[in-house]
Every structure is written in structure tokens, then in C-alpha cells.
């Protein structure tokens, strides 16, 4: 008599990142093809106020009920300041809505898979003649990211565990500088692999030039 194997299914975790901007859900939108997320959800939201995006992202997340969210952004983006974000963080710790952001431009990120800054970096202008230099056409935009960026986060990836620490070592000259830290996308990266797993990227094939 033949055996019937358990159903050991169970249901995952499901994660929801909410963007203020299209190019940012278009690269996350890339990450969650690449690295074959099936229960991670990128969502732009459009929203040019901190407040517009955190009411948003807390919508979003009740009306289809996820797990956990995350309300990403560069400061540049809401015209966010350091003592409105501490609020929001505290409003909704333990919530499991989160804050994952860049100051003062998620273009931070894309720079630190390059290198680390020594000081702390308030312009966001400054990150555009390294990208161009380091990514052939880059123009950090959804129309970018629809042409000639479409692998964008494929050609990023190979560095991407050299970025999360660039990160951490640079939020600590933040710290410093300011008195907080430059950017979350470390505690939002170890939530993705928490909760979506390990990236599989055996489908996948280009690297960074």
C-alpha cells in the first residue's frame, strides 16, 4: 500500500515595499524578477510628502493584509527631515510597518555598491558623475529603468553584500556627522532574506561591468 506523503506546505510570510518614486519600484520591481521573490509585493505609491507615503503604505498593507511593509524613500524625494522620520519610527515601532530610507538620495545606495564615502555626503548631485562613470547611459529615472536600465539591479547584484556593508560602515560616519544614521536598506535587506529567503539567482547569468 503506497504512502501519503504530509502536505508540509506552508503559507510564507508576505513583505510589502511601498515606493515614493517609479524608478524606485521599477529597480525593486527588477530585484524581486531576479532573485525570484514570489512573496514580496513593489508598489509606487507616488507620493511626494513623507506623511502622503506612511498614510499610503499603512492602507496598502491593511487593505490586503500583509504580513510586514515598508515605506521606502530618499529624502530628496518627500522633502524629509531627520526629526519627522524619528517620529514616524517611533509612531510605528512594533507595528510592523517600517521605514527603509537614504539620506539624502536613494542614489546613495546605488553608490555604495561602487565604494564607501569617507565623510558624510549631503548633495545628492554629488553620486551622478561616479554612477555615470561606473554604469554606461545611467540616468537615474523610470524611463531609464524601462531601456536602457532594465538590468539595472542584475548588473548591481554581484556587489550587493559589499553595499550592505558600505552601508553600515557609512552610517556610522553619519552618525557622527549628524546624529543618525544614512540609511536603513541594511535592516530592510536582512527583513527580505528573513522573509523572502535566499536569492536565487541561478537563472541569471550578466554581471557587473
Same mark, same amino acid.
Given at each position: 500500500?503506497?504512502?501519503?506523503?504530509?502536505?508540509?506546505?506552508?503559507?510564507?510570510?508576505?513583505?510589502?515595499?511601498?515606493?515614493?518614486?517609479?524608478?524606485?519600484?521599477?529597480?525593486?520591481?527588477?530585484?524581486?524578477?531576479?532573485?525570484?521573490?514570489?512573496?514580496?509585493?513593489?508598489?509606487?505609491?507616488?507620493?511626494?510628502?513623507?506623511?502622503?507615503?506612511?498614510?499610503?503604505?499603512?492602507?496598502?498593507?491593511?487593505?490586503? +493584509?500583509?504580513?510586514?511593509?515598508? @515605506?521606502?524613500?530618499?529624502?530628496? *524625494?518627500?522633502?524629509? #527631515?531627520?526629526? !519627522?522620520?524619528?517620529?514616524?519610527?517611533?509612531?510605528?515601532?512594533?507595528?510592523?510597518?517600517?521605514?527603509?530610507?537614504?539620506?539624502?538620495?536613494?542614489?546613495?545606495?546605488?553608490?555604495?555598491?561602487?565604494?564607501?564615502?569617507?565623510?558624510?555626503?549631503?548633495?545628492?548631485?554629488?553620486?551622478?558623475?561616479?554612477?555615470?562613470?561606473?554604469?554606461?547611459?545611467?540616468?537615474?529615472?523610470?524611463?531609464?529603468?524601462?531601456?536602457?536600465?532594465?538590468?539595472?539591479?542584475?548588473?548591481?547584484?554581484?556587489?550587493?553584500?559589499?553595499?550592505?556593508?558600505?552601508? +553600515?560602515?557609512?552610517?556610522?560616519? @553619519?552618525?557622527?556627522?549628524?546624529? *543618525?544614521?544614512?540609511? #536603513?536598506?541594511? !535592516?530592510?535587506?536582512?527583513?527580505?532574506?528573513?522573509?523572502?529567503?535566499?536569492?536565487?539567482?541561478?537563472?541569471?547569468?550578466?554581471?557587473?561591468?
Amino acid at each position: 500500500m503506497a504512502t501519503r506523503k504530509r502536505n508540509n506546505t506552508q503559507t510564507k510570510t508576505t513583505l510589502l515595499l511601498v515606493t515614493a518614486t517609479e524608478a524606485e519600484a521599477l529597480y525593486f520591481s527588477q530585484m524581486r524578477k531576479d532573485c525570484r521573490y514570489g512573496n514580496l509585493t513593489v508598489v509606487n505609491s507616488g507620493a511626494t510628502s513623507l506623511k502622503a507615503l506612511i498614510t499610503f503604505t499603512v492602507k496598502e498593507k491593511n487593505r490586503q +493584509r500583509y504580513d510586514e511593509a515598508y @515605506a521606502l524613500f530618499g529624502f530628496d *524625494e518627500v522633502g524629509a #527631515t531627520r526629526e !519627522e522620520v524619528r517620529q514616524y519610527e517611533e509612531k510605528f515601532a512594533g507595528k510592523r510597518i517600517h521605514l527603509c530610507y537614504f539620506e539624502p538620495s536613494f542614489k546613495l545606495w546605488l553608490y555604495l555598491h561602487l565604494g564607501k564615502p569617507q565623510s558624510f555626503i549631503a548633495d545628492p548631485a554629488a553620486f551622478d558623475a561616479p554612477l555615470a562613470k561606473a554604469i554606461e547611459g545611467f540616468n537615474w529615472s523610470g524611463e531609464y529603468l524601462l531601456t536602457d536600465g532594465i538590468n539595472l539591479h542584475m548588473k548591481l547584484f554581484p556587489r550587493h553584500s559589499v553595499a550592505d556593508q558600505n552601508a +553600515r560602515d557609512y552610517n556610522r560616519i @553619519a552618525i557622527q556627522a549628524t546624529g *543618525e544614521k544614512a540609511t #536603513t536598506m541594511p !535592516e530592510l535587506n536582512k527583513a527580505i532574506t528573513e522573509i523572502c529567503g535566499q536569492a536565487d539567482m541561478s537563472h541569471n547569468t550578466k554581471v557587473f561591468k
